[in-house]
């Protein structure tokens, strides 16, 4: 199965709690941390949810 990388590129201060816990269950807790995980729609729409905290790294 296909797998997606992740990387954190913005704060969670100042954020809602659900932002931050989404954050958690994606593996990012720390600014430029990257996380790899499985290509599926809940992850998808994860990412979708703190679209402006994260980045899709390519490779």
């Known amino acids: 199965m296909a797998t997606i990388k992740i ?3 913005g704060s969670p201060i ?3 709690s659900d932002q931050r ?3 958690i269950g994606l593996g ?3 600014m ?3 996380s790899e995980l499985q ?7 994860m990412i979708r ?3 402006h905290m ?6």
């Open 54 to 59: 994260v980045e899709v790294v390519e490779g």
């Open 32 to 34: 430029h941390k990257v």
């Open 28 to 30: 990012l807790n720390k």
């Open 39 to 45: 290509d599926s729609p809940e992850v998808r729409g």
């Open 49 to 51: 949810k703190v679209q």
């Open 14 to 16: 100042r954020r809602t």
């Open 7 to 9: 990387k954190q590129t």
């Open 21 to 23: 816990a989404t954050l």
